[in-house]
């Protein structure tokens, strides 16, 4: 069974970069897409970006500016920094697995594995 | 604003059917798959639903889902109290990104 944890600071000052860590064990890091989604106190799910075991990249149009997700596989983390946050960026952020491809003319997506989430307040 | 609309809330006594629709676009939902996530009270999402109607191993056939056009729905049969949780439909966007909808909130009277 494959598992994610996430790991990083919960208090996070503004301006500051905002650095997360996800290690997957119970499967391999290889062949896969990992993922990191937000969800804001009280509100929806946010996509923040993804990235592939080569270090291939993608990112919300949104938070492109900010964000870098990279990948360590002989570690099987994978992190995520988001730079100048605000409070705006306070959110449980998640880490996932995500079955990704594309055929026939669509595009298939599934998050089927998640972390179970980290807190991370951006205050001073 | 979420790029695909769900509605805010839905109920329905035990036992009932209850179907929550996931509205978007032909850039999204028109164009790619859907997959459905049930996230129970304090825990993280869940997957529930894959390539539109697929049900992952260990999810009951209570769950179902569908997609027409534009529009998907998920479907949940003889409602027990335990599936009180907030329900998100997303896919993949022509803009390159992934999205989600802003959430339904299942209520079992």
């Known amino acids: 069974q494959v598992q994610l944890q996430e790991s990083g600071p919960g208090l996070v000052k503004p301006s500051e970069t905002l650095s997360l860590t996800c290690t997957v064990s119970?499967?391999?890091?290889?062949?896969?897409?990992w993922s990191w989604i937000r969800q804001p106190p009280g509100k929806g799910l946010e996509y923040i970006g993804y990235i592939y075991d080569s270090g291939s990249t993608n990112y919300d149009p949104s938070l492109k500016s900010r964000v870098t997700i990279s990948v360590d596989t002989s570690k099987s983390q994978f992190s995520l920094r988001l730079s100048s946050v605000t409070a705006a960026d306070t959110a449980v952020y998640y880490c996932?697995?995500?079955?990704?491809?594309?055929?026939?003319?669509?595009?298939?997506?599934?998050?089927?594995?998640w972390g179970q989430g980290t807190l991370v307040t951006v205050s001073s | 604003q979420s790029v695909l609309t769900q509605p805010p809330s839905v109920s329905a006594a035990p036992g009932q059917k209850v179907t929550i629709s996931c509205s978007g676009s032909?850039?999204?939902?028109?164009?790619?798959?859907v997959s459905w996530y049930q996230q129970l009270p304090g825990t993280a999402p869940k997957l529930l639903i894959y390539d539109n109607n697929k049900r992952p191993s260990g999810i009951p056939d209570r769950f179902s889902g569908s997609k027409s056009g534009t529009s998907a729905t998920l479907g949940i049969t003889g409602l027990q109290t335990g599936d009180e949780a907030d329900y998100y439909c997303?896919?993949?966007?022509?803009?390159?990104?992934?999205?989600f909808g802003g959430g339904t909130k299942l209520t079992v009277l």
């Open positions: 997303g896919t993949w966007d022509s803009s390159l990104s992934a999205v």
């Open positions: 996932a697995r995500l079955n990704f491809y594309y055929g026939s003319g669509s595009y298939y997506l599934a998050f089927d594995y």
């Open positions: 032909n850039s999204n939902i028109g164009k790619n798959y």
């Open positions: 119970g499967g391999s890091i290889s062949y896969y897409y």
